[in-house]
Structure formats: C-alpha cells, structure tokens
Nanobody, 118 residues
Framework: QVKLVESGGGLVQPGGSLRLSCTAS????????MGWHRQAPGKQRELVAS???????KYEDSVKGRFTIIRDGTKNTVYLQMSSLKPEDTAVYYC????????????WGQGTQVTVSS
C-alpha cells in the first residue's frame, strides 16, 4: 500500500526558514507530479508548489522567490524549502503525489503544521 509521510514542520519566527520533506513508500512503479498544498484555519486548501517528473515547477504567486520545491527520484522524496517566512504562511502543509502502483492514484500525506510567529 502506498503511503506518504511528511516531516519538518514546526514553529519559526518571521523571516526564518524551514524545510519540509515528504517520502513515498510502497509498491511504487512510477511517480508523476508531486506537490505541496496548505490549509490555514477557516480557508480552503491551496496549491503552494508542484513539480513534474521532468522537474517542471509551478508556484503560487505569494511564495514565488521564497519557496523552492525539489524532488529526489532515488528516494521517492519531495522537499519544500521555505525561506523569508511570514505569519500568513502559517498552515497545515500537505504533500501529494500521482503514483503508478499496484493501486494507482493521487495520494496525500497526513499533514505537518507550520507556524510562523514571534
């Protein structure tokens, strides 16, 4: 069974940095697009960044120049390097991936809390 596990969230001061990691495990044949989403209290979940199997990247406008999405195909892992963090970046961050496996589909991690506060 395919599973995504995130790590790296926490409390950081404004202007600080964090790196989130998300590793896929299971009987995986191929991973297509991978991405990071976030959901702040009272708001809808939104796409923050995505990366294709060819490493084409897309970013939500508010994070351009501050966040970087990277994937390591040898580890089935996607990272989100976040810098110059702002209080409005506070949210639960979820990774997802389109995975070809014995049961294929779009899989989600359990979420990791990022809080930006002084």
């Amino acid at each position: 069974q395919v599973k995504l596990v995130e790590s790296g969230g926490g409390l950081v001061q404004p202007g600080g940095s964090l790196r989130l990691s998300c590793t896929a495990s299971g009987n995986i044949m191929r991973i297509n697009d991978m991405g990071w989403h976030r959901q702040a209290p009272g708001k809808q979940r939104e796409l923050v960044a995505s990366i294709s199997s060819g490493e084409f990247t897309k970013y939500e406008d508010s994070v351009k120049g501050r966040f970087t999405i990277i994937r390591d195909g040898t580890k089935n892992t996607v990272y989100l390097q976040m810098s110059s963090l702002k209080p409005e970046d506070t949210a639960v961050y979820y990774c997802n991936a389109e995975i070809v496996a014995s049961v294929s589909g779009t899989f989600w991690g359990q979420g990791t809390q990022v809080t930006v506060s002084s």
